[in-house]
């Protein structure tokens, strides 16, 4: 008869364990619930163990929420191919797989939290909010420098009603997901056709942005459905 041997784990190779492990804890619980016991023993473990690697709870906390903070930025990232309205649901899609997988801890994230530190969130979130900036610019074809003010606008609002829309469907779920995704894609258009009414520079970029939209695409839906509406 053989006897197993556990593996005696690396130092980093641990710290990437202890911060999955508290990830999966923050998928079900806010972090300020979850404690470094409960980490532990998920970890298999001592308590004292922890805090060999991470030298307090807020560590822990900051390195996980790093994680995911780059997980969600990553959720914003997609080939420059297609048409746009496809690109940004797709976008959409990814962003709430994510927010349905971690629900308690993107809450977190997003809220902040005394147990996390207010100014590591603040900087976390702001990441993500860049990040999804410039994914989106790029998908426009217009460099960060060169950006007209009218679409930072619409972009980062938009950014800001994704994040805030997010959150409150989570409170209790009352919209099927797939629906939101595609009125949050609608939302991006109708916000960029207003920007285009006050703007010469703003129609010329959503016109090239619409040259490629099929008559099934999301934007094409919603036109439709505006027209529907006022008749």
């Given at each position: 008869?053989?006897?197993?041997?556990?593996?005696?784990?690396?130092?980093?190779?641990?710290?990437?364990?202890?911060?999955?492990?508290?990830?999966?804890?923050?998928?079900?619980?806010?972090?300020?619930?979850?404690?470094?016991?409960?980490?532990?023993?998920?970890?298999?473990?001592?308590?004292?163990?922890?805090?060999?690697?991470?030298?307090?709870?807020?560590?822990?906390?900051?390195?996980a929420l790093q994680r995911a903070s780059d997980?969600?930025?990553?959720?914003?990232?997609?080939?420059?191919?297609?048409?746009?309205?496809?690109?940004?649901?797709?976008?959409?899609?990814?962003?709430?797989?994510?927010?349905d997988d971690h629900g308690p801890g993107f809450?977190?994230?997003?809220?902040?939290?005394?147990?996390?530190?207010?100014?590591?969130?603040?900087?976390?979130?702001?990441?993500?909010?860049?990040?999804?900036?410039?994914?989106?610019?790029?998908?426009?074809?217009?460099?960060?420098?060169?950006?007209?003010?009218?679409?930072?606008?619409?972009?980062?609002?938009?950014?800001?009603?994704?994040?805030?829309?997010?959150?409150?469907?989570?409170?209790?779920?009352?919209?099927?997901?797939?629906?939101?995704?595609?009125?949050?894609?609608?939302?991006?258009?109708?916000?960029?056709?207003?920007?285009?009414?006050?703007?010469?520079?703003?129609?010329?970029?959503?016109?090239?942005?619409?040259?490629?939209?099929?008559?099934?695409?999301?934007?094409?839906?919603?036109?439709?459905?505006?027209?529907?509406?006022?008749?």
């Amino acid at each position: 008869m053989t006897t197993g041997v556990r593996r005696r784990m690396g130092v980093e190779e641990r710290r990437q364990q202890l911060i999955g492990v508290a990830l999966e804890l923050f998928s079900r619980r806010s972090p300020d619930e979850v404690s470094i016991d409960e980490i532990a023993a998920a970890a298999g473990i001592s308590r004292p163990l922890v805090y060999h690697y991470f030298p307090g709870k807020l560590s822990l906390y900051e390195a996980a929420l790093q994680r995911a903070s780059d997980d969600l930025a990553g959720r914003f990232v997609e080939p420059h191919e297609g048409p746009l309205g496809a690109r940004l649901l797709r976008v959409m899609r990814r962003f709430f797989d994510f927010v349905d997988d971690h629900g308690p801890g993107f809450a977190a994230l997003m809220r902040g939290g005394p147990a996390v530190g207010s100014s590591t969130t603040n900087a976390l979130v702001d990441s993500v909010r860049q990040a999804a900036y410039l994914q989106i610019l790029a998908h426009l074809g217009v460099g960060s420098a060169e950006a007209p003010a009218r679409l930072e606008l619409v972009i980062r609002s938009w950014v800001s009603l994704v994040e805030s829309t997010a959150l409150i469907w989570l409170d209790g779920r009352r919209i099927p997901r797939a629906e939101l995704e595609t009125q949050l894609v609608h939302d991006f258009a109708a916000l960029a056709a207003v920007s285009a009414a006050h703007d010469e520079e703003m129609t010329v970029l959503l016109r090239r942005a619409l040259m490629d939209e099929p008559g099934h695409g999301p934007f094409s839906d919603l036109a439709a459905r505006l027209l529907n509406l006022a008749s």
